[in-house]
C-alpha cells in the first residue's frame, strides 16, 4: 500500500487545518507531545511541520503534500506543484497581509523613509525585495518571533503577517503598507504528483478540502410552491446552477430544492412567502462541489 505523508501546519493555522480536515471526512488527533499526529486514513501518515518550513520539505521529497501559505513558498523559493489554493486562516476566511508596521509616534509615513533605519521580520527576503524594489537601503534582521513588541527599542518598523490587525494594534502599532496578500495553498511534491497513487489520492482530498470552503457561505433551502406561480418566483431564486423542481402528490405544487448565498437569505425568505412559497426549510451544508 502506498503511503502519502501529510504535512500538517504547526502554529496559527493547525486548529483551523484539523478543524477543515474534519469536515472533509478526515478525523486527525494531535497529541501535544507529538509530532506525528494520527488520521483516520491508513493511506495516509501526517507529521507537524511549521509553515515557514512546509514547502522546503514538500520540495525535497519529505514530504508528498503538506499547507502552507503562498507567502513561505515564494519566501523559500520552493518549486513545488500547488494543488489547491484553500483561503482560510486562524480566524477568518480572508487572505493573510504582510505588513510594514510601525509605532504610532514613528515619523515613518512611506517605504521611503525607511532609508538607513533597522526593519525585523521572519520574511527576510520578502522585505528585501519591497527594499529593493523601492529603492530605499536599509537593515532586515530575522526575528525569532514576538516581533510585534520590538518597536522602537530593538527595530524602527517591523514587516509582520496579519488577519486583522488587533495584535498590531495591541502593541501601539499602524500599518504603513502592504507587501503582499497571502492564501493557504495545499502543495505537492512534484515527483509524488508523478506516481499515479500519490496524486489521485492528493487530488481527491484538495477536491474535499475545495469542497468543503465552498459551503461555508452557501445553505440548502426547500420549499413548496404553486406551479402557476413556479414561473415568476424562478427568476427571483438564485441557485448553483438550476433549481431542481419535483412535483408533489398535492395536484397544481411543486418541490423545489435550491443552494444560495447565506448572506443572501434574510431578503430572499419574505419574497419567498410573498410568492406564496410554503414549508421552507434552510439546511447547513458541509461539502459543496462544482
Known amino acids: 500500500?502506498?503511503?502519502?505523508?501529510?504535512?500538517?501546519?504547526?502554529g496559527?493555522?493547525?486548529?483551523?487545518?484539523?478543524?477543515?480536515?474534519?469536515?472533509?471526512?478526515?478525523?486527525?488527533?494531535?497529541?501535544?507531545?507529538?509530532?506525528?499526529?494520527?488520521?483516520?486514513?491508513p493511506e495516509i501518515d501526517c507529521m507537524l511541520i511549521r509553515a515557514?518550513?512546509?514547502?522546503?520539505?514538500v520540495e525535497k521529497g519529505i514530504l508528498d503534500c503538506g499547507l502552507t501559505g503562498s507567502d513561505w513558498i515564494h519566501e523559500n523559493n520552493s518549486h513545488v506543484y500547488e494543488a489547491a489554493e484553500l483561503v482560510y486562516g486562524k480566524v477568518g476566511r480572508n487572505p493573510l497581509r504582510w505588513v510594514l508596521a510601525v509605532p504610532n509616534d514613528?515619523?515613518?509615513?512611506?517605504?521611503?523613509?525607511l532609508e538607513g533605519k533597522r526593519i525585523a521580520t521572519e520574511a527576510v527576503g520578502m522585505t528585501r525585495r519591497y527594499l529593493e524594489e523601492?529603492?530605499?537601503?536599509?537593515?532586515?534582521?530575522?526575528?525569532?518571533?514576538?516581533?510585534?513588541?520590538?518597536?522602537?527599542?530593538?527595530?524602527?518598523?517591523?514587516?509582520?503577517?496579519?488577519?486583522?490587525?488587533?495584535?498590531?494594534?495591541?502593541?501601539?502599532?499602524?500599518?504603513?503598507?502592504?507587501?503582499?496578500?497571502?492564501?493557504?495553498?495545499?502543495i505537492a511534491n512534484v515527483d509524488s504528483m508523478k506516481d499515479p497513487a500519490k496524486k489521485s489520492k492528493i487530488e481527491r482530498i484538495a477536491l474535499l478540502l475545495?469542497?468543503?470552503?465552498?459551503?461555508?457561505?452557501?445553505?440548502?433551502?426547500?420549499?413548496?410552491?404553486?406551479?402557476?406561480?413556479?414561473?415568476?418566483?424562478?427568476?427571483?431564486?438564485?441557485?448553483?446552477?438550476?433549481?431542481?423542481?419535483?412535483?408533489?402528490?398535492?395536484?397544481?405544487?411543486?418541490?423545489i430544492n435550491t443552494v444560495v448565498d447565506e448572506s443572501y437569505v434574510r431578503e430572499l425568505l419574505p419574497e419567498l412567502i410573498q410568492e406564496g412559497a410554503t414549508g421552507i426549510v434552510e439546511y447547513?451544508?458541509?461539502k459543496v462541489i462544482y
Not at 3 to 8: A, P, T
Not at 52 to 57: A, G, N, V
Request: charged share 20%.
Open 284 to 286: 447547513s451544508l458541509n
Open 12 to 41: 496559527s493555522l493547525e486548529d483551523s487545518t484539523v478543524a477543515l480536515f474534519s469536515k472533509a471526512g478526515y478525523h486527525i488527533v494531535i497529541n501535544s507531545r507529538s509530532y506525528y499526529p494520527t488520521i483516520d486514513d
Open 52 to 57: 515557514q518550513e512546509m514547502s522546503r520539505y
Open 1 to 10: 500500500m502506498t503511503k502519502l505523508v501529510l504535512g500538517i501546519p504547526k
Open 210 to 255: 475545495r469542497a468543503v470552503l465552498a459551503a461555508e457561505s452557501k445553505v440548502g433551502l426547500m420549499m413548496n410552491v404553486p406551479e402557476a406561480k413556479l414561473p415568476k418566483l424562478l427568476k427571483s431564486l438564485p441557485a448553483l446552477e438550476n433549481p431542481t423542481v419535483s412535483q408533489l402528490a398535492k395536484p397544481g405544487w411543486c418541490a
Open 134 to 186: 523601492n529603492h530605499v537601503n536599509a537593515e532586515v534582521e530575522f526575528s525569532w518571533g514576538a516581533t510585534e513588541v520590538k518597536p522602537p527599542r530593538l527595530a524602527d518598523a517591523i514587516v509582520e503577517i496579519t488577519e486583522t490587525g488587533s495584535s498590531l494594534r495591541a502593541n501601539n502599532l499602524r500599518i504603513v503598507d502592504t507587501l503582499c496578500l497571502s492564501t493557504t495553498r495545499f
Open 106 to 113: 514613528s515619523p515613518i509615513r512611506s517605504a521611503r523613509d
